[in-house]
């Protein structure tokens, strides 16, 4: 634990502190039965190496930083599960830090990763975001950056992204299948790319039939969407089917739905994208295209692992989806 076990371990073994060191650093002019009983005391006397020690000798550190919007959303905390399993594995630990949405907490965290100098950094940025100068000093300072999710228009970022186009057809083309002709389709903020990719993909699937009346809305949150399902269902015309971009999204809608006494699969279908476990909270369970932030975990990993070993190309890749279907279409 400090320099008092590393003097102990040479009087113990009649050895040099200098020796103890380089043993526990397995240097080649150590012998290996040294190296041995050395190990095997440090064990016993539960010895841990200074990590403040040897982050400033080697200026690296065994760290990852993580940021989200919130970590109480299920689908970033699947992630931050994925990312926590493979650091450990890896012998890196995680600082998780959130945003709350909020651009000026956003540039307080990356000032601490960059503080902290994190061995590489997942990103999730902000809805609010509209400037990423914040973002470019963490690569200034030579710290791998993944982005994740939600992530910037710019092609020269490492980006980590759910399939969101194919994701958003498979829920349209489930919809068609079951021949729903006033739809209500609510995705999330206009700004952001992942809306923008999935509302083209969406709107595009229906184009081609122009057969159902697709009633678009944005909202950024569980209340909003929550306010809008209310609206559109206290109308006489009330949609046969509810769209959802996301879980935020879904929790809204079925909230307004089942205070309205609206029968599910009966009186009007609901589909969405989805991590997977607010849909089956539902009775019947929601059908949902799964958008996984587990295996977007592990991807994103994968792809921090390739940063740190000089790969210096520019990625953008994607996590398949599949459809999943419930009883409520």
């Known amino acids: 634990m400090s320099d008092t076990t590393l003097k102990k ?58 940021m989200v919007p919130s970590v109480t959303n299920m689908f970033y905390d699947s992630f931050i599960s994925a990312i926590e399993e493979e650091s450990r594995k890896t012998g890196y630990s995680l600082l998780i830090l959130q945003s709350n949405d909020n651009p000026e907490a956003e540039v307080e965290n990356l000032k601490l990763c960059r503080q902290n100098r994190v ?15 914040a973002f470019d000093k963490v690569k200034a300072a030579d710290i791998p950056l993944i ?23 498979m829920a349209a083309e489930a919809l068609q299948k079951k021949n729903k002709k006033n739809i209500l389709a609510i995705f999330g903020s206009r700004q952001l790319s992942i809306t923008k990719r999935r509302l083209e993909s969406f ?50 809608a079925m909230k307004s739905l089942m205070r309205l006494g609206i029968s599910i699969p009966g009186d009007t279908g609901v589909i969405a994208l989805s991590d997977g476990s607010i849909p089956k909270l539902y009775y019947p369970e929601i059908a949902f295209v799964e958008t996984s932030g587990y295996n977007l975990g592990k991807l994103a990993f994968k792809r921090m692992s390739e940063c740190l070993n000089g790969d210096k190309e520019i990625h953008e890749d994607l996590v398949p989806s599949r459809l999943v279907e419930g009883g409520s279409l």
Do not use: W
Request: glycine share 2%; net charge negative.
């Open 203 to 252: 709107t595009a699937s229906f184009d081609k039939k122009k057969n159902a009346a697709l009633h678009i809305e944005h909202a950024h949150s569980t209340s909003l969407a929550e306010d809008i399902t209310l609206q559109y269902f206290q109308k006489l015309d009330k949609p046969d089917a509810v769209f959802c971009m996301s879980d935020e999204i879904l929790m809204g």
């Open 9 to 66: 371990i040479s009087q113990v073994l009649g050895i040099s502190i200098s020796t103890v060191s380089r043993a526990l650093k397995d240097h080649p002019d150590i012998s290996a039965a040294t190296k041995k009983k050395v190990l095997e005391l440090a064990d016993t006397l539960e010895y841990e190496p200074n990590a403040t020690a040897v982050n400033l000798r080697t200026k690296k550190t065994k760290l990852f930083g993580l």
């Open 147 to 169: 982005f994740f999710d939600k992530v910037p228009d710019q092609t020269d970022y490492n980006k980590i992204c759910l399939a969101d186009k194919e994701a958003a057809v």
């Open 119 to 133: 061995s590489g950094l997942f990103a999730c940025y902000s809805f609010e975001t509209n400037n990423l100068a």
